[in-house]
């Protein structure tokens, strides 16, 4: 049945063949689509006294000139001058017969016809399809549920029928009331058993294939020990599953999507050893991107040697525990020292030559001046030595501060200035 609204694309192809062929025909019927010449023979007379001249020639015409020969142009251009004594050309009278202008546009819309005319055709036969494809499901819908319907009223009918015929037996005394109870626990018995062998089939099953990903898991390990042996590299690892084996996964995983990430620039950020310092107002989420660079570059091998803050076991607690550090500094006289240590620290480390990198996070530069006047001194100290040592020391240093409210910000910008680094 035809919906509302529902293109007649049975009546669009037929309609498209037809003006289709009719273009075809119309352009067929072109009179004479190609150029001619009219030729007439009309030859002079050799007469050429004065009282028979004109005599003679009007007999030669009479005879020859009213005759015109039509061929194509081309045939005259190309056969003319083939004869072996050619005619003067002052007797040949030619007549150009221009072609007639032939219709091209029929055969353009004969082709946008057909074209039209079969496309419809071509979906009226794709949706015929898909209804009688989706009419089909339908019935097939219908029969199972027909199916499960009949199939549980069955069910249901045989049992009201087993149980009325039980309560008949056991009033008229057929069976007694030991029967009854002993007929229902038999029933319970057998529903229970099915109940716990469906179980131990679900367990059977879970239990296979636990055993086929630890079998996976292990013949993985073996691979990865393998391909480790083949390049030469750590022949004497065990073949077992081991926390390294996963670390070194999770690392190359994380590694991986830092590189596909805006091509790679996050990557080089995390291993470069350039200090970073992040400024911005209160609540710019200063501490959270530290945190979450730490812990990208912990996740990557960097340990992390020592975190200062004073709100460190206050309010960014559950940040900092995401972290794993040596040391923690979370008061003004601690984190002074530790800005002390951390100068001599990397002097020791340059003239180690050390082949890993290690992690110190500040947060923050806000205060720090306003601590005491030995500050004021160690501050600029800290700073020139955070750009001039901390690539040779292999220190991934991160500072926070706040957005150009504070001298200490002042004095970062003068110890950037005055830096090699």
């Known amino acids: 049945m035809k919906k509302k609204g529902e293109l007649p694309l049975g009546g669009l192809a037929v309609a498209g063949l037809a003006i289709g062929t009719c273009c075809a025909t119309l352009m ?11 030729v007439k023979f009309c030859p002079k007379t050799a007469n050429i006294r004065k009282n028979n001249y004109e005599k003679s020639q009007q007999q030669l ?8 020969h039509k061929m194509l142009s081309e045939v005259w251009e190309k056969k003319q001058y083939e004869a072996l004594k050619p005619l003067p050309e002052n007797s040949l009278i030619i007549r150009d017969i221009p ?13 946008a016809s057909v074209g039209g005319g079969v496309l419809s055709w071509a979906i009226k036969c794709e949706k015929v399809e898909e209804d009688a494809h989706y ?10 549920i027909f199916g499960v319907n009949s199939r549980e009223e069955r069910d249901f009918k045989t049992d009201t029928v087993r149980n009325q015929w039980v309560g008949m037996r056991f009033y008229s005394g057929l069976i007694s009331q030991e029967g009854v109870n002993e007929r229902f626990n038999n029933l319970s018995e057998v529903v229970s058993a099915t109940h716990a062998a469906a179980l131990k089939q679900f367990d059977a099953g ?8 630890a079998e996976n898991r292990l013949d993985a390990a073996k691979a990865d020990k393998e391909r480790v042996k083949l390049q030469g590299k750590g022949g004497d690892r065990d073949t077992t599953p081991t926390n390294q084996n996963v670390d070194e996964l999770r690392m190359a995983e994380l590694t ?29 989420a200063k501490t959270s991107m530290a945190v979450s660079l730490g812990l990208i570059r912990e996740n990557l ?4 040697h020592r975190i200062a803050d004073k709100h460190l076991n206050g309010e960014n607690s559950d940040k900092w525990n995401l972290l794993k550090p040596e040391c923690k500094h979370d008061n003004n006289s601690s984190i002074l020292e530790a800005l002390q240590d951390q100068i001599e620290r990397r002097s020791e480390r340059i003239n180690q030559r050390p082949t890993s990198k290690e992690q110190f996070i500040l947060d923050e530069f806000t205060q720090l001046a306003k601590i005491s006047k030995e500050a004021n001194v ?41 830096a090699d680094g």
Not at 99 to 105: E, L, R, S
Not at 256 to 284: C, Q, R, T, Y
Not at 301 to 304: A, D, E, L, N, S
Request: aromatic share 12%.
């Open 61 to 68: 015409d009479k005879e020859y000139c009213q005759y015109e």
């Open 206 to 213: 879970n239990s296979e294939m636990d055993k086929t990903i």
């Open 378 to 418: 160690l501050i600029p100290l800290f700073v020139t030595s955070t750009y001039s040592d901390t690539r040779k020391a292999k220190e991934l240093f991160i500072g926070v501060t706040h957005s150009f409210t504070n001298a200490s910000l002042a004095t970062v910008f003068l110890s950037c200035g005055n």
């Open 28 to 38: 067929g019927e072109t009179v004479r689509p190609y150029d001619m010449v009219g």
């Open 301 to 304: 091998g960097h340990r992390i």
């Open 256 to 284: 991986k999507a830092l590189k596909a990430h805006e091509d790679g620039w996050l990557l080089d950020l995390i291993n470069s050893v350039k200090p970073i310092f992040l400024i911005g107002d209160m609540g710019s």
């Open 135 to 144: 009419e089909l499901e339908g019935y097939k819908t219908q029969i199972k």
């Open 99 to 111: 072609a007639t202008k032939t219709t091209h546009w029929w055969y353009l819309l004969s082709i």
